[in-house]
């Protein structure tokens, strides 16, 4: 347990910016989760509408420290070659 004044503060902080993370982390995922029911409910167009909304917000995640960089990157290579696919099918 935390002992002095500012290890106390301390702990007070992490809790706040814990809270806002995994805020910051469940909204990327709604979004992700919006494409892939996108790519499998067939529907290019509202697939690549999803991804298109999905991209800024997986970056911003990567600017506020929640996702890695290649991490989002990788997400977003990914889920537009299934779109691209889905759109070419």
Avoid: C, W, Y
Avoid at 22 to 35: E, M, W
């Amino acid at each position: 347990m935390a002992n002095t004044p500012q290890s106390k503060k301390r702990a007070r902080q992490i809790e706040r910016q814990t809270a806002v993370n995994k805020a910051r982390r469940s909204r990327i995922r709604t979004f992700l989760r919006k494409v892939e029911e996108a790519i499998a409910g067939g529907n290019a167009d509202e697939a690549r509408a999803a991804l298109l909304a999905a991209q800024p917000e997986l970056m911003r995640g990567v600017t506020k420290g929640v996702v890695h960089k290649n991490t989002a990157s990788r997400k977003i290579s990914r889920l537009s070659a299934r779109v691209k696919a889905l759109s070419a099918a």
